[in-house]
């Protein structure tokens, strides 16, 4: 029993070193990502503002004029499957393929924040359990030194693993309402371009 007891603590004691690399390289990334956020907040409320603007009133006769009105966005996913639904006209089919191939992107946009959100508070958890057991073998020893260094590893690794939480939940939050506005304005504009189609034949 004790030596899977000992096999069992060299594992997890083995272990905290990965996880606090992996705390380390998650909390940069949650950094670029709210740096990032902010940029991308501005350049979506810009654009879905002229979009909405633009739907008000849409009727299949002034879809050309919407088109060519469209912001110039680069790195508009939402723009860029606006100009591919009109293209796809009246076939039905392959719009509701492109609403589809925009949730799939949409979703891996989303991917980044909802790693963040699910490995923060488990590695943050790990991070401090790792260290509570060579801290509790500290206090039984009289070393104090040494209880105090691994409850401050394992305190650092709760907060460091929270924030990485905190920065993946909100943005994931604000990245899936974005998404959600552009799949309606996708959906709206689809059947917009079918009536305009099949008002041809």
Not at 93 to 104: F, G, N, P, R, T
């Amino acid at each position: 029993m004790n030596l899977i007891s000992n096999i069992l603590y060299w594992i997890s004691t083995g272990l905290l070193v990965p996880v606090i690399v992996l705390l380390i390289l998650f909390f940069i990334r949650a950094l670029i990502l709210i740096g990032g956020f902010f940029g991308q907040y501005l350049q979506v409320k810009k654009t879905t503002a002229v979009i909405y603007g633009k739907l008000n009133g849409l009727n299949p006769a002034a879809l050309a004029d919407f088109e060519n009105s469209l912001p110039s966005e680069a790195g508009s996913v939402l723009i860029a499957y606006i100009h591919k639904i009109i293209q796809a006209g009246s076939d039905r089919s392959k719009a509701d393929l492109l609403i589809s191939e925009y949730e799939i992107e949409a979703d891996k946009e989303l991917s980044t924040a909802k790693t963040l959100t699910k490995m923060g508070p488990i590695l943050g958890l790990m991070g401090t359990l790792i260290p509570m057991g060579p801290a509790l073998v500290g206090l039984a020893s009289g070393d104090i030194a040494s209880m105090a260094y691994n409850m401050q590893v394992a305190f650092a690794t709760t907060v460091v693993g929270l924030v990485v939480s905190v920065i993946g939940f909100v943005t994931h939050q604000t990245k899936e309402r974005w998404a959600a506005a552009n799949l309606t304005i996708l959906e709206y504009l689809a059947d917009v371009v079918g009536k305009e189609k099949g008002g041809r034949e």
